[in-house]
């Protein structure tokens, strides 16, 4: 444990021992004088029962005091008035009650804060302090702060990953639930990336640093733990609102009390059953419990004034690359211009992007590698927001990136340039010694929960929905019409990001998110700021109100269920716990209430708000969805038979196409093997969807009803491969193509093609996607 986080935990210790002084403290002098009442004893009693109030008044006014400081008249002054007026009027009962109240209220305040704050904590106690450098053949335990980017870091099992890196030497059994809340494990191959603060389940490995530590994930995720654990005024900003109207209303119906009986008894009464605990304690509870859960599903919220910000917002700005999409781009052409090397220039390009954070330069480093590529050290490395990155590798000047405005699109690359438009894919220039001597395109594929969760962020409330992109317009366009939104920019750069994010911050509450450098200025520019922080930049993550830890969208929209069901549950206990007030008060003030039965009941009311407020560490009940274990299984099991046949669609065009072109013996040869892989792999795969997943899906979902359009689609995929393979037989039959069966055949193969692609995507935006989203 640090320093700091000891520092910490005395803190919370400290506070709870003199939350349970002064709450023994006011118990023992009630209990005492209701024995001495019992007796017979009622001048001893009164002692007792005075004594207990003055126990309370004193912290009450150092409140009071401390509140005004601040510059803020609390609503602690009633209680204070309510303790001052019961000595002054001999009510020494009602005045022990009232402190009894006080402290058994500021003790459930203390228990429910530490509750809350035990998920935050338990970040700051596991972040790593030292870690395993190997040089040659010697491994030394080294401070965090002598990690550099490039060192070899030894994991042993046990261990937490120190700092951002990638895995060098063997598959490495990763727990990332710390990070993620997920509590599978997850296998990172040599060359995949590796962050820090996951723990090393498995056996000893080896990585490369890519940061220092205090530039790594982790860093940055344990400093917005501390500023969350530590910035608690925001959270009784709701309180704070509430007691404007509320204070100034009291004293006027105590005023009104006696003026109209001249009894200071009654104006002591309505004091009394005004004590506002709802207010004090209520809403900030609901606000630090949602506070917890948010942290439980790997949200780290700054403070509760971003929670209440994110539970009132209208408008959802967002960046296209990492946050809507997979931020997991692939590389599909490397292209180089005559006499260059394809191979060498992505070495070149890979040694260079290694330096940076960027999901494109992370994709064409892991291209690299899975190339068996060996990469250098760049020298003199610098990166341009919205530009690209630059450095010295072997001698050479390497730009990789956009192409300088300075330069033309040589004519070699206009083919590679029209290709890459026709499919929607990014552009990664090599410019090396000024020269653009290759291009590398990339496709970064549709996040697959996006689609559900921006249905669950309208669902929430979010009635404007906009995407900011430095991409061209086509491929942004294409994505804005797959998940309907309300308006998308392209070509933005970071200053056009920050100029729209303003612009719609002033006529909304607005959340952007991102991920990357760029993305840092607009993310402080909103008014709650979202970082994607497991893949995201430390810029990022440091101008953001809130941090995803998971590389996850949906969990966006965990985020805004929880911010509005806090939020919720926080108007609720105090607007509910304030009209019995005003209730009693009014009751008081008719002499219908004596200041004794008044503090009983304001107690009974103290104690029901603030357990319903405690509701908000459960989250939202109509938010949840009750998914079988076994039915998680399957999901995660057909998910993964998805992934590995979707590479296989590609072979229904690519035989269409080789049919269309020349129907010869080898396009017979190519269609017998797709229709083998529609029989063996494709079909029983589609049949076991539907008699295993569909029926399992029923009950979370509500009905059949909900997959019957997808078996519809499952007999059009049948139907489709059964004409395929009459086509087949037909040709055999022949001994070749029959001319007239070219036009349906082509049909059949080219349909199907895309009735499956639609059909993936719709199972995995609809059903897959639920084994991720572990809904409240």
Same mark, same amino acid.
């Given at each position: 444990?640090?320093?700091?986080?000891?520092?910490?935990?005395?803190?919370?210790?400290?506070?709870?021992?003199?939350?349970?002084?002064?709450?023994?403290?006011?118990?023992?002098?009630?209990?005492?004088?209701?024995?001495?009442?019992?007796?017979?004893?009622?001048?001893?009693?009164?002692?007792?029962? *005075? &004594? /207990?109030? %003055? @126990?309370?008044?004193?912290?009450?006014?150092?409140?009071? #005091? =401390? +509140? !005004?400081?601040?510059?803020?008249?609390?609503?602690?002054?009633?209680?204070?008035?309510?303790?001052?007026?019961?000595?002054?009027?001999?009510?020494?009962?009602?005045?022990?009650?009232?402190?009894?109240?006080?402290?058994?209220?500021?003790?459930?305040?203390?228990?429910?804060?530490?509750?809350?704050?035990?998920?935050?904590?338990?970040?700051?106690?596991?972040?790593?302090?030292?870690?395993?450098?190997?040089?040659?053949?010697?491994?030394?335990?080294?401070?965090?702060?002598?990690?550099?980017?490039?060192?070899?870091?030894?994991? *042993? &099992? /046990?261990? %937490? @990953?120190?700092?951002?890196?990638?895995?060098?030497?063997? #598959? =490495? +059994? !990763?727990?990332?639930?710390?990070?993620?809340?997920?509590?599978?494990?997850?296998?990172?191959?040599?060359?995949?990336?590796?962050?820090?603060?996951?723990?090393?389940?498995?056996?000893?490995?080896?990585?490369?640093?890519?940061?220092?530590?205090?530039?790594?994930?982790?860093?940055?995720?344990?400093?917005?733990?501390?500023?969350?654990?530590?910035?608690?005024?925001?959270?009784?900003?709701?309180?704070?609102?509430?007691?404007?109207?509320?204070?100034?209303?009291?004293?006027?119906?105590?005023?009104?009390?006696?003026?109209?009986?001249?009894?200071?008894?009654?104006?002591?009464?309505?004091?009394?059953?005004?004590?506002?605990?709802?207010? !004090?304690?209520?809403?900030?509870?609901?606000?630090?419990?949602?506070?917890?859960?948010?942290?439980?599903?790997?949200?780290?919220?700054?403070?509760?004034?971003?929670?209440?910000?994110?539970?009132?917002?209208?408008?959802?700005?967002?960046?296209?690359?990492?946050?809507?999409?997979?931020?997991?781009?692939?590389?599909?052409?490397?292209?180089?211009?005559?006499?260059?090397?394809?191979?060498?220039?992505?070495?070149?390009?890979?040694?260079?992007?290694?330096?940076?954070?960027?999901?494109?330069?992370?994709?064409?480093?892991?291209?690299?590698?899975?190339?068996?590529?060996?990469?250098?050290?760049?020298?003199?490395?610098?990166?341009?927001?919205?530009?690209?990155?630059?450095?010295?590798?072997?001698?050479?000047?390497?730009?990789?990136?956009?192409?300088?405005?300075?330069?033309?699109?040589?004519?070699?690359?206009?083919?590679?340039?029209?290709?890459?438009?026709?499919?929607?894919?990014?552009?990664?220039?090599?410019?090396?010694?000024?020269?653009?001597?290759?291009?590398?395109?990339?496709?970064?594929?549709?996040?697959?929960?996006?689609?559900?969760?921006?249905?669950?962020?309208?669902?929430?409330?979010?009635?404007?929905?906009?995407?900011?992109?430095?991409?061209?317009?086509?491929?942004?366009?294409?994505?804005?019409?797959?998940?309907?939104?309300?308006?998308?920019?392209?070509?933005?750069?970071?200053?056009?990001?920050?100029?729209?994010?303003?612009?719609?911050?002033?006529?909304?509450?607005?959340?952007?998110?991102?991920?990357?450098?760029?993305?840092?200025?607009?993310?402080?520019?909103?008014?709650?700021?979202?970082?994607?922080?497991?893949?995201?930049?430390?810029?990022?993550?440091?101008?953001?109100?809130?941090?995803?830890?998971?590389?996850?969208?949906?969990?966006?929209?965990?985020?805004?269920?929880?911010?509005?069901?806090?939020?919720?549950?926080?108007?609720?206990?105090?607007?509910?716990?304030?009209?019995?007030?005003?209730?009693?008060?009014?009751?008081?003030?008719?002499?219908?209430?004596?200041?004794?039965?008044?503090?009983?009941?304001?107690?009974?009311?103290?104690?029901?708000?603030?357990?319903?407020?405690?509701?908000?560490?459960?989250?939202?009940?109509?938010?949840?969805?009750?998914?079988?274990?076994?039915?998680?299984?399957?999901?995660?099991?057909?998910?993964?038979?998805?992934?590995?046949?979707?590479?296989?669609?590609?072979?229904?065009?690519?035989?269409?196409?080789?049919?269309?072109?020349?129907?010869?013996?080898?396009?017979?040869?190519?269609?017998?093997?797709?229709?083998?892989?529609?029989?063996?792999?494709?079909?029983?795969?589609?049949?076991?969807?539907?008699?295993?997943?569909?029926?399992?899906?029923?009950?979370?979902?509500?009905?059949?009803?909900?997959?019957?359009?997808?078996?519809?689609?499952?007999?059009?995929?049948?139907?489709?491969?059964?004409?395929?393979?009459?086509?087949?037989?037909?040709?055999?039959?022949?001994?070749?193509?029959?001319?007239?069966?070219?036009?349906?055949?082509?049909?059949?193969?080219?349909?199907?093609?895309?009735?499956?692609?639609?059909?993936?995507?719709?199972?995995?935006?609809?059903?897959?996607?639920?084994?991720?989203?572990?809904?409240?």
């Amino acid at each position: 444990m640090t320093a700091d986080s000891r520092f910490h935990a005395w803190l919370d210790r400290a506070g709870g021992v003199l939350g349970t002084a002064l709450l023994a403290g006011t118990i023992a002098p009630l209990v005492a004088g209701g024995v001495a009442w019992a007796a017979g004893a009622t001048a001893v009693a009164d002692w007792c029962w *005075a &004594a /207990g109030t %003055v @126990v309370a008044l004193v912290p009450a006014v150092w409140w009071v #005091v =401390a +509140a !005004l400081r601040r510059g803020r008249a609390g609503v602690d002054l009633i209680a204070v008035l309510s303790l001052a007026g019961t000595l002054w009027v001999h009510e020494y009962l009602a005045g022990a009650l009232i402190a009894v109240m006080l402290a058994s209220g500021h003790a459930l305040d203390t228990a429910a804060e530490r509750r809350a704050a035990r998920d935050l904590r338990a970040l700051l106690e596991r972040a790593p302090r030292s870690a395993r450098r190997r040089q040659g053949d010697v491994v030394r335990v080294v401070d965090l702060d002598e990690v550099v980017p490039g060192d070899i870091l030894v994991i *042993a &099992a /046990g261990e %937490v @990953v120190p700092t951002d890196g990638r895995i060098m030497d063997t #598959v =490495a +059994a !990763l727990d990332e639930s710390a990070l993620t809340g997920e509590p599978l494990q997850v296998e990172r191959a040599p060359g995949e990336p590796v962050r820090s603060g996951v723990l090393n389940a498995g056996g000893v490995f080896e990585m490369r640093a890519t940061a220092t530590a205090d530039n790594s994930t982790y860093a940055g995720i344990v400093r917005l733990a501390r500023e969350a654990g530590a910035t608690t005024a925001p959270t009784v900003r709701l309180a704070d609102r509430y007691a404007v109207w509320f204070l100034p209303l009291t004293l006027v119906v105590a005023g009104a009390a006696y003026w109209f009986s001249g009894s200071l008894v009654r104006a002591v009464a309505v004091l009394v059953v005004a004590t506002p605990c709802p207010l !004090l304690l209520a809403a900030p509870v609901a606000i630090v419990s949602g506070l917890s859960r948010a942290s439980r599903v790997g949200v780290v919220v700054r403070d509760g004034g971003a929670l209440e910000n994110l539970g009132r917002a209208t408008t959802l700005v967002m960046d296209k690359t990492g946050t809507v999409t997979a931020g997991r781009p692939v590389v599909t052409e490397v292209a180089a211009a005559p006499g260059a090397d394809g191979a060498r220039l992505l070495q070149l390009a890979a040694s260079v992007d290694q330096m940076s954070p960027h999901v494109l330069a992370e994709a064409i480093v892991t291209e690299a590698l899975a190339r068996k590529l060996q990469l250098a050290i760049a020298t003199a490395v610098s990166e341009q927001a919205g530009r690209g990155v630059t450095g010295t590798v072997d001698g050479h000047r390497v730009q990789v990136g956009k192409l300088p405005e300075s330069m033309i699109t040589p004519e070699w690359a206009r083919p590679v340039m029209n290709r890459a438009r026709l499919d929607s894919a990014a552009v990664a220039w090599i410019v090396v010694d000024d020269d653009p001597r290759g291009v590398v395109l990339l496709r970064d594929p549709l996040r697959r929960q996006a689609p559900r969760t921006l249905r669950r962020l309208r669902e929430a409330g979010l009635n404007r929905l906009v995407m900011l992109t430095g991409d061209r317009p086509e491929p942004a366009g294409e994505v804005a019409t797959v998940l309907g939104l309300d308006e998308v920019y392209a070509g933005q750069s970071p200053a056009d990001k920050v100029e729209a994010v303003r612009r719609e911050s002033r006529q909304q509450v607005t959340i952007m998110v991102g991920d990357g450098i760029n993305d840092a200025p607009a993310l402080a520019a909103a008014t709650v700021g979202v970082a994607m922080g497991a893949r995201g930049s430390t810029a990022s993550s440091e101008a953001a109100d809130i941090v995803l830890t998971t590389d996850r969208l949906d969990r966006l929209a965990d985020a805004m269920d929880i911010a509005r069901w806090s939020r919720r549950i926080a108007v609720q206990s105090a607007t509910v716990g304030m009209t019995l007030s005003l209730a009693a008060m009014v009751v008081a003030a008719v002499g219908w209430l004596p200041p004794a039965a008044g503090a009983l009941l304001q107690e009974a009311i103290d104690v029901a708000v603030i357990l319903n407020a405690l509701r908000a560490l459960r989250g939202n009940p109509a938010a949840h969805l009750d998914l079988p274990a076994d039915t998680e299984e399957l999901l995660h099991r057909f998910a993964a038979e998805h992934d590995v046949l979707q590479d296989a669609l590609t072979k229904l065009r690519a035989v269409a196409d080789r049919v269309a072109e020349r129907p010869d013996d080898e396009a017979l040869e190519a269609l017998d093997d797709v229709h083998r892989f529609l029989l063996d792999d494709l079909l029983p795969h589609e049949l076991a969807e539907e008699t295993q997943l569909y029926p399992a899906l029923a009950g979370p979902l509500g009905g059949t009803e909900a997959t019957a359009t997808m078996s519809r689609a499952h007999a059009e995929i049948q139907r489709l491969a059964t004409r395929i393979g009459t086509h087949l037989e037909l040709a055999r039959a022949r001994g070749g193509f029959d001319p007239d069966q070219i036009d349906d055949l082509l049909a059949c193969l080219y349909g199907l093609h895309a009735v499956l692609r639609l059909h993936f995507v719709q199972e995995e935006e609809n059903y897959f996607a639920l084994a991720a989203d572990e809904r409240l």
